[in-house]
């Protein structure tokens, strides 16, 4: 049986989850999607961010999807994938529940943090970041991202992008460091 998201802060409603994260190939999901999987994908039409942050990536295409990323703080990010409409662009705040997109039928979800070491790797500007279970914030009472959030406002945006990507592109902030996992 499916999990469902009670009142799930990406899609503003109870969310299902159509796959779940899957890096032990040990987990008996391992077998059923014939591999690893890296995030959480939710079942979703309109995308909603979880937390406030800046974005720091918009990249893809029609074709294949475009993906979102966000700076929560220091410590952790999220990027947001499979959509087929963004509304953000690189360097803007957002706040929670800023509409981020439209997705296609659903949302691959991913979280990265420094707190947690896998093999799934992602370079944020100068951190080195992993990819970690989504479910662990997708629970609205979740204070893993709570207690580290930093507050951003206009002024700041500038010098939170040059803190991470020091002086690159913003579009060059999320860099695959390790080509393990399901990007």
Known sequence: M?????NCLITRSDA????EFCIDVSNPLYKEYKGF???VNLEATSVYNMYSGVVSMVCGDPKTGYEVGVL?????AVKYGNLKIVEVSEGQYVDISDKIGEAKKFVKIEYMTTDVKTPYTYRVGSVLMYKDDPMKIL???STIVKDKLRQFDDSGLIGIIDEYDQGLN??????L???RGDR
């Open 170 to 175: 913003p579009s060059m902030v999320f860099m």
């Open 72 to 76: 929560l703080n220091v410590d952790q």
């Open 16 to 19: 299902l989850v159509l796959k």
């Open 37 to 39: 999987n890296t995030s």
């Open 139 to 141: 629970d609205p009472e």
């Open 177 to 179: 460091s390790d080509n």
């Open 2 to 6: 499916k999990k469902v998201i009670k």
